[in-house]
């Protein structure tokens, strides 16, 4: 059984828009951009890495608690939820990492990775990463507390 995780968020200011926050999942210490720039390398990807954070401000996510939960009604989201961005201008259309957010029982769970602009990739053996659901979901909130609309 895989272990469990635990989440929280780095939240800075956008490397070329400092007015702007940017939100980055960070896996049990470290960084999801960290993680995927590593597992990219060690599968020979090119470019590997590039990601940064999402911008809520920039992007019509819903409501964050709803969007990292997996609950969102909006389809856009159907092929997997956009966990990080373009590292230089914070653009999820740019240079995104996608990921399936589900949910069985008390378990939250990030599986299905892709890179959409580099479809033949595979990530199959990204993840998948387990959350327990209200350490999660408390994380979640305290990310979302930073943005308008939260």
């Not at 957010?101 to 599986?111: A, F, H, T």
Request: glycine share 12%; net charge negative; hydrophobic share 35%.
């Amino acid at each position: 059984m895989e272990t469990s995780v635990t989440l929280s968020s780095a939240i800075e200011p956008l490397k070329y828009h400092p007015e702007e926050l940017s939100l980055a999942p960070v896996l049990s210490g470290t960084p999801l951009t960290e993680l995927a720039l590593s597992f990219e390398r060690e599968h020979a990807f090119e470019p590997a890495g590039g990601y940064g954070g999402l911008v809520p401000n920039w992007f019509s996510y819903g409501p964050l608690d709803r969007y990292f939960l997996g609950e969102s009604d909006d389809e856009y989201f159907a092929k997997g939820c956009y966990l990080l961005g373009c590292g230089d201008c914070g653009e999820v259309g740019c240079w995104p990492l996608r990921g399936r957010i589900g949910r069985k029982g008390n378990i939250v769970i990030w599986d299905s990775f892709s890179q959409p602009h580099r479809l033949l990739r595979d990530y199959s053996d990204f993840g998948p990463f387990l959350f327990d659901l209200e350490l999660y979901r408390t994380a979640v909130l305290d990310a979302a507390a930073h943005f308008r609309g939260g």
